[in-house]
Nanobody, 113 residues
Framework: QVQLVESGGGLVQAGGSLRLSCAAS????????MGWYRQAPGKERDLVAT???????NYADSVKGRFTISRDNAKNTMYLQMNSLKPEDTAVYYC???????WGQGTQVTVSS
């Protein structure tokens, strides 16, 4: 069983930055892949970025060059640094532990124009 808790969401103006955190507990291993997803109102939950145990990363085209995913295995914590935020980035952001398919409860990010 894996538990995930996101934090760091909030309201920010367009062009601003936020950093999301995802604290993991339970059966977590440093080799486990994890990811960030987001869901805007009335839309499906979409992949934002993933990070493998070796640190390799993958990003959705819409966030490439603006968002950075990272992890601190010693703290069992994953991060999402979001820069140059746009109103279309507004969504609930979820972290996911891929092996167990566990989700966090989500954190709201709202970007005003």
């Amino acid at each position: 069983q894996v538990q995930l808790v996101e934090s760091g969401g909030g309201l920010v103006q367009a062009g601003g930055s936020l950093r999301l955190s995802c604290a993991a507990s339970g059966k977590i291993f440093s080799i486990d892949a994890m990811g960030w997803y987001r869901q805007a109102p009335g839309k499906e939950r979409d992949l934002v970025a993933t990070i493998a145990g070796d640190g390799s990363t993958n990003y959705a085209d819409s966030v490439k060059g603006r968002f950075t995913i990272s992890r601190d295995n010693a703290k069992n914590t994953m991060y999402l640094q979001m820069n140059s935020l746009k109103p279309e980035d507004t969504a609930v952001y979820y972290c996911r532990h891929l092996r167990s398919r566990s989700w966090g409860q989500g954190t709201q990010v709202t970007v005003s124009s």
